[in-house]
């Protein structure tokens, strides 16, 4: 069987960048990157008030 690895990359206008967060299933990369960019939100949101904008997120199949 063939080990399939997830990264989270983060999604800016200078381009796609890749985090050091890897997961083993795409539903595990989700909800994890999910979670994290939830309390992320919640703690600009604290500094920077209603009108923050974060990077979006996604996972990537890592390839050999």
């Known amino acids: 069987m063939i080990k399939m690895e997830w990264v989270a990359v983060a999604i800016m206008t200078s381009g796609v960048i890749t985090t050091d967060l890897t997961f083993d299933s795409v ?3 989700m909800t994890e990157t999910g979670k994290i960019v ?27």
């Not at 920077?48 to 890592?62: E, M, N, T």
Request: aromatic share 10%; glycine share 4%; with cysteine.
């Open 27 to 29: 539903d595990d990369c």
């Open 38 to 64: 939830a309390d992320a939100y919640r703690a600009a949101a604290w500094e920077q008030g209603p009108d923050l904008v974060l990077p979006q997120y996604a996972c990537l199949l890592l390839d050999d």
